[in-house]
């Protein structure tokens, strides 16, 4: 049971470039969302999903695209990276009965934009 | 406005001293809060959930709805619990989404 797992790890762009964050759960989770961390900042909800097919903007969306084509996956693509979005990437899951469920997290993607 | 505010960015105390980490929300509707942690290298973790009114590694948190805070408190911390702390809130909004606030830094020295 892998739990949550985004790919990749590091990754560094060139301010322009596109590319997808990848997330995947194998737990069934209704819910995925995809956190930004930033010091001083905390964490600020991107965009989340509460099923496949259905997407919402969090805090802030600018900048970031996302859908969910499937249960397991949970893609976030930059398709302009700016210097601005150079930050610690998270997704996160979590069964959605009530509200009350606590949330599984990935082990992050460390994003630089030059 | 929906809001969850840390004051505090680090908190630095000894071993065996009293915690508290600071947590107050803004939500018009009935408030579902949330203390996750960050430790060293580790992924974030569900520490506690207020509606569970439970006791986590000598962790508690009450809800005060009069306050509108949520503080997070440890009688005598241990160095174990050095670690990022995030409070957060459940909102209701399709589903519901989870709001974190900026986080404290818990360093307990020796």
């Known amino acids: 049971n892998a739990g949550v797992t985004q790919t990749p790890k590091f990754q560094v762009l060139k301010t322009g470039q596109s590319m997808t964050l990848q997330c995947a759960q194998d737990m069934n989770h209704e819910y995925m969302s995809w956190y930004r961390q930033d010091p001083g900042m905390g964490l600020r909800l991107i965009h989340y999903s509460v099923g496949a097919g259905i997407t919402d903007q969090g805090e802030v969306p600018n900048g970031y695209n996302v859908s969910r084509s499937t249960t397991e996956d949970f893609p976030l693509r930059l398709l302009s990276a700016a210097p601005s979005q150079t930050s610690v990437y998270f997704c996160a899951s979590s069964r959605l009965t009530g509200g009350n469920e606590k949330l599984f997290f990935g082990s992050g993607t460390q994003l630089s934009v030059l | 406005a929906q809001r969850v505010t840390q004051p505090e960015k680090l908190l630095s105390v000894f071993k065996g001293a009293p915690v508290e980490l600071k947590c107050n929300y803004s939500y018009s509707g009935s408030p579902e809060l949330f203390w996750y942690v960050q430790y060293s290298r580790q992924r974030l973790q569900l520490l506690l959930r207020h509606i569970s009114r439970e006791s986590i590694k000598g962790f508690t948190a009450d809800l005060n709805k009069g306050e509108t805070s949520f503080h997070l408190k440890k009688p005598f911390a241990q160095e174990e619990d050095s670690a990022m702390y995030y409070c957060?809130?459940?909102?209701?909004?399709?589903?519901?989404?989870?709001?974190f606030g900026q986080g404290t830094e818990l360093s307990v020295k020796p």
């Open positions: 957060a809130l459940l909102i209701y909004n399709q589903g519901g989404k989870l709001i």
